[in-house]
Each structure stands twice: as structure tokens, then as C-alpha cells.
């Protein structure tokens, strides 16, 4: 931590603040936003929506208005970004646009409800992939799951909290992992054959809406 400014909640030309110290870096920047962006979901969620859609073609244009969306949101964020340049993240934005008990309410909603449910996804996702291998013939048992869950959460809680350095590189080492996950099973079904695709990706869609999916 150093003085180097305005913080959060402290005008412009008032005393200077403690403010979270920039040490990320623009690789480590890049690898938070595209690990973000690219959610251990991805590994998991195509097969719910190719199973209500029923179309390889009409789950792509899922996928592909879904991303326009995301990228709208992207932009958002960036020219946020650029506009109110303080630490605080969306609770900085919302408290400059819409006032504090808006703000307030994100803030607490978000810590108590929002940001845990999603790391408790994601350490569920990474634990039923982790556990995988050491049960070929059978699902894990949920104990195993959740225990492996469990200690993914500790452990990058506690990288997190003692070198913003280390996190930075687990962050770009997972990043990695998941961008060449993601290539290979997209060039692994470009070059596979219409025989190796399942029967029920060949299947057209049963009356499945596509609200459902959405």
C-alpha cells in the first residue's frame, strides 16, 4: 500500500488516501479479464444447451448472441473504466451514478450473496475434474467433491492474501491452461468425423424452446 491519491470515497482536492498499489501488470490484467471471461462453465454448460436446443447449428447462435451481450458489458466496463479512474470496481461506479444506498446495496449483496455462489460453482466444477481421473468407472462421490472444492477455495484464498505477485501467475497459469483446453477440443471436433459425433448431436431439436435455454 502507498499514498498516491484520491481513494474511494475522498474528493479530488482532499487529503490523500491509502489506494491499492499497481503492481498486476498488463500480462496479469489480460489474464484476470480473459480468465474471467472464460469461465470454468464452459466446460460444462455446452452440453445442458446443446441437449435443450438439439441443433449443433441453433446452440452456436446461442453462443454467439451470448457473446455479443458479453461484449456489450465489456465495454461498458472499459469506458467506466476510463471515466472514473479510482479503485473500488463496481461499487465505485454505481456509488458515482446512482448514490450510496444504491451502492451500498450492491456491495453487500454482492459479498454476501453473488461473489460467493459463483466461487462455490466454480470450485464445484474444478473438483468434479479434479476427481475424475481417480474414478473412471463411477461419478465421485460428493463428499470427495466437495472436499476437493473446498480446498481449491483455501488454497487460492490463501495465495491471494499473501503475494498479489504469485496470484498473478496462477491466474495466468490457469488462463492458459483453460484457452489451450478450449483449442483443443475446438480443433478436436473440426477435425473429427460424422461418425465420432454422438447420436443425439444429430438429432434435430423436439419442440425445445429456445427461452428455456436463455
Known amino acids: 500500500m502507498k499514498k498516491a ?11 490523500k488516501q491509502l489506494i491499492l498499489r499497481r503492481e498486476v501488470g498488463l500480462v496479469g490484467a ?8 472464460i469461465g470454468s462453465g464452459i466446460f460444462m454448460s455446452p452440453q445442458f444447451v446443446l441437449h435443450e436446443i438439439g441443433s449443433p ?14 461484449m ?3 465495454l461498458s466496463y472499459a469506458e467506466l473504466g476510463t471515466v472514473v479512474q479510482e479503485s473500488g470496481g463496481e461499487y465505485v461506479y454505481i456509488l458515482r451514478t446512482s448514490g450510496q444506498l444504491a451502492a451500498f446495496v450492491c456491495i453487500y449483496t454482492s459479498v454476501l450473496v453473488v461473489r ?4 462455490a460453482g466454480i470450485s464445484l466444477s474444478f473438483a468434479e475434474y479434479a476427481a475424475a481421473p481417480f474414478f473412471p468407472d463411477c461419478p465421485a462421490p460428493p463428499l470427495v467433491v466437495k472436499a476437493a472444492a473446498a480446498f481449491g477455495i483455501v488454497a487460492l484464498g490463501a495465495v491471494n492474501c499473501l503475494n498479489v505477485r504469485v496470484a498473478v501467475f496462477v491466474q ?21 468425423s460424422p461418425a465420432d459425433t454422438p447420436a443425439a448431436c444429430r438429432t434435430p ?4 424452446a429456445w427461452a428455456s435455454t436463455l
Open 72 to 74: 456489450l458489458g465489456a
Open 116 to 119: 460467493p455462489a459463483s466461487i
Open 5 to 15: 491519491g484520491p481513494g474511494v470515497s475522498g474528493p479530488k482536492d482532499g487529503p
Open 205 to 208: 431439436s423436439r419442440g425445445r
Open 57 to 70: 447449428g441453433a446452440s452456436l447462435v446461442i453462443w454467439a448472441l451470448c457473446g455479443v451481450v458479453a
Open 30 to 37: 489480460v489474464s484476470l479479464i480473459a480468465g474471467t471471461m
Open 172 to 192: 495466468t497459469f490457469f488462463t492458459v491452461a483453460k484457452v489451450l483446453a478450449l483449442l483443443v477440443i475446438v480443433f478436436g471436433a473440426w477435425f473429427s
